[in-house]
């Protein structure tokens, strides 16, 4: 079992920058994948990012590909988005999410998930 929980959500102006952080609880984090996802209102949960459980190989989303880095720190159990170059589309609530599987970009793939943080950006 992982538990999630995310932090680091608020309010920022449009080009401003932001670091999510979701700390995990449970023996498997170092040895599970993870993703962030967000949702915005009306619209589906999209992927956003992901790392794999090494912290070696990472995708993107392309709507973020180049603003947004995803990173890992196994020994504090703490998985990482940055965030820079926000826009006023990037306001969501932000999940992230977790598996003992490989990486991907579909909801239905991971086990757990955090409650979610908002961000949101004004212009």
């Known amino acids: 079992q992982v538990q999630l929980a995310e932090s680091g959500g608020g309010l920022v102006q449009a080009g401003g920058s932001l670091r999510l952080s979701c700390t995990a609880s449970?023996?498997?984090?170092?040895?599970?994948?993870m993703a962030w996802f967000r949702q915005a209102p009306a619209k589906e949960r999209e992927f956003v990012a992901a790392?794999?459980?090494?912290?070696?190989?990472?995708n993107y989303a392309d709507s973020v590909k180049g603003r947004f880095t995803i990173s890992r720190n196994n020994a504090k159990n703490t998985g990482y988005l940055q965030m820079n170059s926000l826009k006023p589309e990037d306001t969501a609530i932000y999940y992230c999410?977790?598996?003992?599987?490989?990486?991907?970009?579909?909801?239905?793939?991971?086990?757990?998930w955090g409650q979610g943080t908002q961000v949101t950006v004004s212009s």
């Open positions: 999410a977790a598996t003992t599987g490989d990486i991907a970009t579909t909801v239905g793939w991971y086990d757990y």
């Open positions: 449970g023996r498997t984090f170092s040895s599970a994948a």
């Open positions: 790392i794999t459980w090494h912290g070696r190989s990472t």
